[in-house]
């Protein structure tokens, strides 16, 4: 069986949780405190970071690269498509929402409030909680456009663009980060998407001295 490295609320870590049960593979959760860079999680992956999966008698790290693996090895259900073009667009919004969104939101809510009492390094910066708050909405006005031309995130399909997007807001609604009034297209396509067998496991966590609310787990919110 897979074994995954993880942290619950990392959105990098959800993507590849979402693509593993999409795609039906069985996978052992293991949480790994990677701040305290313990040695034997040292030697599975020298950057300390997670998710890190050990899957066919391989040890692999990046979620962008451990996704596109698990494509290109477990190839149905696909969640990549198939022109240069579409992958491109798929590739390049996977990009925005590791890279921008991360940077701008994630790092700025998620980080401040959770990340960093659980690694006990003081309180959250309120500065840095304003500008992550302010973001998102821009984020949010921005997928609500792409929502409108489009069916899904990338194209009509479903693709690894939607399953990362919907780990960082995950992640962020188990906080009440998300405002999902600003935008009923963006709404409803975060509730297609939690309504998938795929996100049932993600939905259960329990983050210790932060309960998540309410409507985290309603599929009808």
């Not at 940077?103 to 003081?122: F, P």
Request: some cysteine; overall charge neutral.
């Amino acid at each position: 069986m897979a074994k995954l490295y993880h942290v619950p609320l990392s959105p990098f870590c959800r993507k590849v949780r979402l693509s593993l049960a999409e795609k039906k593979i069985e996978c052992e959760l293991v949480e790994e405190r990677y701040w305290e860079k313990d040695a034997d999680f040292l030697r599975r992956n020298p950057a300390a970071k997670v998710p890190v999966l050990r899957i066919d008698g391989k040890t692999m790290a990046e979620s962008a690269a451990i996704c596109e693996w698990l494509e290109e090895s477990y190839p149905e259900p696909a969640l990549m498509p198939r022109s240069a073009d579409a992958r491109y667009e798929m590739r390049r919004l996977v990009a925005w929402f590791d890279d921008k969104f991360h940077h701008e939101v994630t790092s700025k809510l998620l980080y401040e409030r959770v990340n960093k009492k659980i690694m006990k390094q003081g309180f959250p910066d309120s500065t840095n909680v304003k500008a992550g708050a302010k973001a998102i909405k821009y984020h949010l006005d921005y997928m609500a456009w792409l929502l409108d031309h489009r069916r899904w995130l990338a194209g009509d399909s479903m693709t690894l663009a939607d399953f990362a997007a919907a780990a960082h807001l995950s992640a962020l609604d188990y906080i009440s980060d998300v405002d999902w009034n600003r935008s009923e297209t963006v709404k409803d396509w975060y509730a297609k998407i939690k309504s998938r067998p795929a996100f049932r496991n993600i939905l259960a966590d329990q983050v210790p001295g932060f309960p998540p609310p309410a409507h985290y787990a309603d599929l009808d919110f």
